[in-house]
């Protein structure tokens, strides 16, 4: 029996399979314990500060409620050396393909906080000038509400951006046979979704 | 740079002549995203070798369409859009508008409300230079100087969170009076906060005044004269950097800085207003934290003397919104409401024009409004001191290295979201 | 109010240009007369030499431009021009201050440039170009400041709609490409 042959009964598993996803389980669990641990306590911010969420991202670096308890305190702005952008600030239009260029200047992987109503979805400005959210153009992982939110809330949209981190590249468990050996079959997405690390699938 | 005949740039050496004119120049981009802490803003610099030939500075990267939204917003929804302008002092936005507003229905308002308005004033003040002066440090890698700003400000916050709701914009006043009333906690706040500040400004004192590297890295870098400074349109503390005696708290007085503000003849408000005649980046440092202090003396005075009374003018001219008390239990204090809150209902102001200016810590913030009779300004223009003062950074920094270009861009002080609106 | 008496400009100027009509007039009518500030309206064609004299008369010195804008009065009620470019003038020796409006209109509506006389009419003139298309002569380097390059209309123009023209929606969309 190889690996790759379907058995004529799906639900009896072979010691391949089993070794395969007990072999998987340890590769999640020491992937979630080293890349994605390391990553999640490093997250260093792009601070895309446009306008007044620009100063609450700033004071939620300050003492008070120091971000650098999350290992985010090196705010770089240089976007080669970050992994987390936060939008924070309208996006006028004249602004908006900077961005885009920053975002693809940021190198894999990257997440990316929408910070405050204006970026999330244009905030009180309805009006020519202000991008209606930035996810009109851009992916975001997490939006944080608030116009502008305290700081406590950009710290929980950090902690929601940790656990995606955490998370990342990790099988969920229904897909893996619930961890007794068998192999359901999995529909391919209509898009393909490159999951873990380059090279590896 | 241009001088005017007659003034002399002491610090002359800070800045030269090109060996080879006309040599290799290069053109660099900074921004509009850049380490520099001050949002927007992109200069494009010709440069020859570390000095800077010719700078550009485009703007507009966070043109929001503020004055267009003032024409579809009613006086007291304005405000809140106003908060989104200055916002490192909203509250001196806020003071602002209405009391341009103030002016354009042609109505005073009480002395208790003066009072706590000029006091939210000065605390927007010291929020504003407190920041300024933090980042221009923070720019200059003086990280700590940045920390200690803050931490005082998160004082601030809890005072405004206190006094309106919300800690960063407030939106607190309306027409003819304010959203709240100033608790007595809020009072102990505020007496607890003169008390701690004056440590903390020691502290960052001591950090950069006599630090070498910072008097090294301000000392005659972006002078502008007097005359110039006039000429560009410069106000506050940029302006009374370069000995430009001028302050609309003295020249053009209002609120408690007036004389007779409670009509029973009470004194204005005692004062110093520091001016220099350094003219470059230091001088404006130097000029702030004087302010600073000058602010807290204010606060000092005022928080021991809020007359009594109400905050707003009285209902009856329906420019504020009734005691709820009358709301819920009278049906005239019903329609009363409601005549002020529906959208086809509100103010209705007199056609005419008028414009309204107080000293913020940036300058002359003002509001120039026009109205055709309707609820919404016809025209509410903000005269954005951060956009005129703006307009003569390319001959700050002409001759000037790169790194200086950091330096004159936090003195300066400016808010993108003012300067593009 | 002392700041707002400009009985002496106005003096100065009836003086000097007796042949124009400058219909000064407060902004606004307001109970205490000694608070109204007074607005006088100057011809496009003598504006040049109206603001020279304003800046170097020895009455006026209005040494600095407080705010240069434009007001459309296309949907005022008894309004006969349509852009009142709108000059705020500043004397920070004396300390008083003076309003001005220039009115032109469509097609085509041009204001001689200020920037000869101060420096700092330089973006606000761009600003006024750029909101409501009204031109600069000798302004010099008279492009658009807070919209974006390739963008068309006059947003503070009456006609001009709140949430635009659809300009807003004309962006290119980034996938993502990884998780």
């Given at each position: 029996m190889g690996l790759g042959t379907t058995p004529a009964a799906p639900h009896l598993a072979s010691k391949d399979d089993v070794l395969t996803t007990r072999l998987d389980h340890l590769m999640d669990i020491l992937r979630q314990g080293t890349v994605n641990w390391a990553r999640r306590n490093s997250?260093?911010?792009?601070?895309?500060?446009?306008?007044?969420c620009g100063i609450e991202l700033m004071a939620t670096g300050?003492?008070?409620?120091?971000i650098a308890r999350f290992g985010a305190e090196a705010m770089r702005f240089t976007p080669r050396q970050c992994d987390l952008m936060i939008v924070a600030g309208r996006v006028a239009i004249k602004m908006m393909p900077v961005l885009q260029r920053i975002y693809l200047q940021m190198t894999e992987p990257k997440w990316v906080i929408s910070m405050g109503a204006c970026a999330c979805t244009g905030g009180v400005f309805d009006n020519y000038a202000v991008v209606q959210g930035v996810d009109q153009f851009m992916p975001v992982d997490v939006y944080v509400p608030g116009c502008p939110p305290r700081p406590e809330t950009l710290l929980e949209g950090v902690m929601a951006i940790q656990r995606i981190v955490d998370n990342d590249g990790i099988r969920p468990s229904r897909e893996r046979g619930g961890g007794r050996g068998l192999r359901l079959a999995v529909t391919a997405p209509a898009v393909p979704v490159q999951l873990g690390l380059p090279g590896e699938n | 740079m241009t001088q005017v005949a007659g003034q002399s740039n002491p610090f002359a050496s800070a800045t030269y002549a090109p060996e080879e004119p006309g040599g290799d120049l290069w053109t660099l981009n900074l921004g509009p995203q850049h380490p520099a802490t001050h949002t927007t803003l992109r200069h494009v610099l010709e440069l020859d070798g570390e000095r800077v030939v010719k700078c550009t500075v485009h703007i507009?990267?966070?043109?929001?369409?503020f004055e267009k939204q003032g024409e579809h917003l009613n006086y007291n929804q304005y405000v809140v859009i106003t908060d989104r302008m200055n916002y490192v002092s909203p509250i001196a936005n806020n003071i602002a508008w209405h009391h341009a507003v103030e002016r354009l229905f042609d109505i005073e308002i009480t002395p208790r409300c003066k009072v706590v308005r000029t006091l939210m004033a000065e605390l927007a003040r010291i929020q504003d230079h407190l920041l300024c002066v933090g980042a221009a440090a923070l720019d200059l890698g003086g990280f700590t100087a940045f920390l200690y700003g803050f931490n005082e400000r998160e004082r601030i916050y809890d005072i405004t969170e206190e006094l309106s709701g919300s800690r960063f914009h407030t939106s607190w006043t309306r027409v003819g009076g304010a959203l709240s009333d100033i608790s007595p906690r809020c009072i102990e706040m505020i007496r607890e906060f003169v008390r701690v500040l004056p440590p903390a400004l020691d502290d960052v004192e001591k950090l950069l005044n006599r630090n070498r590297i910072f008097v090294e890295r301000t000392r005659g870098i972006g002078y502008i004269s007097t005359e110039n400074a006039i000429n560009w349109g410069l106000t506050g503390p940029l302006a009374r950097a370069s000995g430009v005696r001028r302050d609309l708290r003295k020249d053009e007085p209002y609120l408690c800085y007036a004389d007779n503000w409670d009509g029973k003849g009470a004194t204005a408000l005692d004062f110093k207003v520091p001016i220099s005649d350094l003219g470059d980046v230091y001088g404006r440092y130097l000029v702030r934290l004087e302010e600073i202090r000058q602010s807290l003396a204010m606060i000092d005075k005022l928080v021991e003397n809020i007359?009594?009374?109400?905050?707003?003018?009285?209902?009856g001219d329906k420019l504020t919104l009734p005691d709820k008390r009358e709301t819920y239990f009278s049906i005239e204090g019903l329609i009363h409401h409601f005549e002020q809150v529906m959208t086809n209902r509100g103010h209705r102001p007199q056609v005419g024009e008028a414009y309204g200016a107080n000293e913020t810590a940036n300058g002359e913030l003002g509001y120039y409004v026009v109205s055709d009779g309707g609820n919404c300004a016809y025209r509410a223009r903000c005269r954005p001191p951060s956009f005129i003062n703006y307009q003569c950074f390319p001959t700050l920094v002409e001759g000037h290295q790169i790194s200086d270009v950091i330096a004159v861009l936090g003195s300066m002080n400016i808010i993108a979201a003012e300067l593009d609106r | 109010m002392d700041w707002l008496n400009v009985d002496n400009v106005l003096a100065a100027l009836a003086e000097r240009f007796a042949a124009v009509e400058f219909q000064p007039a407060p902004l606004m009518r307001l109970k205490d007369a000694s608070r109204q500030q007074t607005c006088i309206r100057v011809p496009a064609d003598q504006l040049i030499a109206v603001m020279r004299f304003l800046h170097d008369d020895e009455r006026c010195r209005f040494d600095q431009l407080a705010d240069l804008t434009c007001v459309d009065y296309l949907n005022f009620p008894d309004a006969a021009d349509r852009y009142g470019v709108t000059y705020m003038l500043l004397s920070t020796r004396i300390g008083h201050r003076l309003w001005a409006k220039c009115f032109v209109n469509d097609p085509a509506p041009e204001v001689p440039s200020v920037t000869g006389i101060w420096k700092g009419a330089e973006w606000l003139e761009r600003e006024v170009w750029d909101m409501f298309g009204v031109k600069f002569a000798g302004h010099g380097d008279l492009r658009r400041i807070l919209t974006w390059e390739?963008?068309?209309?006059?947003?503070?123009?009456?006609?001009?709609?709140?949430?635009?023209?659809?300009?807003?929606?004309?962006y290119e969309r980034i996938e993502r490409e990884s998780a």
């Open positions: 997250l260093w911010p792009m601070p895309f500060a446009t306008a007044c300050a003492s008070r409620y120091d | 507009g990267y966070l043109h929001s369409g007359p009594p009374g109400p905050m707003n003018v009285l209902a | 390739g963008f068309e209309a006059h947003p503070l123009r009456k006609d001009y709609p709140l949430r635009g023209r659809g300009e807003r929606e004309n």
